[in-house]
């Protein structure tokens, strides 16, 4: 609800309007004193109930606009997990938001108070999973919450929580900064059990923040001796984990159907470090309820399309690269390491090429551009390793092939194919060393069109014909 625009429900994917007068003063002021009373981060509930409702203010603090969002209990949401929760481990939960990280944690509690008979203390910090007023929502089973003043106190309830309620297990949602990663470390040397989230898409993202890192072992630079080095096969300053994780296991959200769970978070830290494919265990809920587990297998290459050479850009500078569904700070750290001439753009309208997770690879949106003749290459997870082997693929030319040979092939392959689709007649290329034809006869496949190689050594080039 916004002042002077009409109302609107939204639901995935999809707004309505709810008819044509606009939202006036009045019925924001009735909603207003219907709910419960706003907290610094200017939001409340409805007592007994999981609705959340938010408020914008103009600079004078008055409310000219209400998100109100309805929610409720699910159960059966952790039946990919139930084991894990079992455990007695410590599991930590990410995902982008909307993904359903605060449902499971209600769940999680549930299922540890009701059917696990642990004493079991929610920290909540804004009413998110035990619901508003005093009297919690039942969806928490007969775990305890307590309530936190603002977010600036959540570490000290954290602590609180754990020295004076004697819990079995804490629940805890959005663990956000460095005294939270610290509570966190705390109850966990205490032999509590402690199941949280926080900021972070994947356990990648986690280790390169660093007032996070911490939960997951923390990251430090070391300084290797020649020798160490060259056994390890590595530079001299390597970064390495710095302690035990505070959480055992790390699950990653991908939808509210399936994650990818990182049982041993210490070795999963330590391969990212290494820079090598982390692995894990994806599972599923099918549609009939099922769980299925698929044990990731390292590969040695990331699961792609077959790279198809250079992206033609037809222009000098930078490659433009759109990272969809994937973190734009890994793609950097890959653009970094491979020392690529290459930088980031927000629209994939402006981009040369799209990469994208391989999930959402289908989404309309990169649909829509891929029609347009956009190229839009898939990695299988949102991991800087599967990145860089990717554009090492794309864009570093093959060993003995000149960078500025490479991009003359590309630019001439990407006018000939032009002419070849403007007006249906075969074109020549001049001649090129096998590899850099290889390069040019991949741009072709790509446009559905034909390529033969036509010629001896050293004048042996290709036609490309319409396909």
């Known amino acids: 609800m ?17 008819g044509r007068d606009p939202v006036s003063r009045e019925e924001l002021d009735h909603v207003v004193a219907a709910v419960g009373v706003f907290s610094d981060d200017n939001r409340a509930g409805i007592e007994r109930t999981l609705h959340r409702i938010s408020a914008i203010r103009n600079r004078q603090g008055e409310v000219v606009g209400l998100t109100l969002r309805v929610g409720r209990a699910v159960f059966g949401t952790i039946d990919a997990l139930r084991d894990l929760v079992d455990s007695g481990l410590n599991i930590l939960l990410l995902g982008r938001p909307g993904v359903g ?41 007969g775990a305890r919450r307590m309530q936190v003043p603002d977010a600036a106190s959540q570490h000290r309830v954290m602590i609180e929580a754990v020295e004076n309620h ?27 059990q402690l199941v949280g989230t926080a900021h972070g898409n994947t356990l ?35 970064n390495e984990r710095k302690a035990p994780p505070t959480f055992d296991i790390v699950v990653e959200m991908v939808s509210r159907e399936e994650v990818v769970v990182h049982k041993d978070t210490a070795a999963a830290v330590d391969r990212i470090l290494a820079g090598v494919e982390v692995g894990g265990e994806r599972r599923r809920v099918g549609a009939d309820g099922t769980v299925e587990v698929e044990e990731e297998v390292i590969e040695e290459a990331p699961e792609v399309a ?17 990272a969809y569904a994937l973190s734009p700070d890994l793609v950097s750290r890959a653009i970094r390491d491979l020392r690529l001439d290459a930088r980031l753009v927000e629209r ?13 690879a289908h989404d309309g949106r990169i649909r829509r551009v891929a029609e347009r ?22 864009f570093v030319p093959p060993e003995g092939v000149d960078e500025e040979e490479v991009r003359e092939a590309v630019q001439e392959a990407e006018h000939a194919i032009q002419r070849v689709m403007a007006e249906g007649i075969p074109v020549a290329l001049a001649p090129r060393r096998p590899a850099v034809r290889k390069l040019q006869h991949r741009m072709v496949v790509r446009y559905h069109l034909d390529a033969e190689s036509i010629g001896t050594e050293p004048t042996r080039h290709l036609v490309i014909h319409p396909g």
Do not use: C, W, Y
């Open 166 to 192: 004697m819990p079995e297990a804490i629940i805890v949602d959005e663990i956000g900064n460095e005294a939270e990663a610290a509570a966190a470390r705390t109850i966990a040397e205490r032999g509590v």
């Open 101 to 141: 990280k605060t449902t499971k944690l209600r769940e999680v509690a549930r299922v540890l108070a009701d059917e696990g008979g642990k004493r079991v203390m929610i920290v909540d910090t804004s009413n998110e999973i035990g619901g508003d007023g005093d009297i919690p929502h039942p969806g928490i089973g």
């Open 373 to 394: 003749g956009i190229p839009v290459q898939t990695v299988k997870r949102n991991s800087t390793s599967q990145m860089r082997r990717l554009l090492q693929a794309l």
């Open 306 to 322: 077959p790279p198809a050479g250079p992206v033609p850009t037809g222009r000098r500078g930078p490659i433009r690269i759109h």
């Open 2 to 18: 916004d002042l002077g625009r009409p109302a609107q429900a939204r639901f995935p994917g999809e707004a309505v309007q709810l």
């Open 348 to 360: 994939p309208e402006n981009a040369d090429l799209i990469l994208s997770l391989k999930a959402r």
């Open 204 to 238: 990648e993202n986690l280790v390169m923040n660093p007032t996070l890192s911490d939960l997951v072992g923390g990251v430090h630079t070391v300084t290797l001796s020649d020798e160490e080095a060259r056994r390890r096969g590595t530079p001299k300053t390597v």
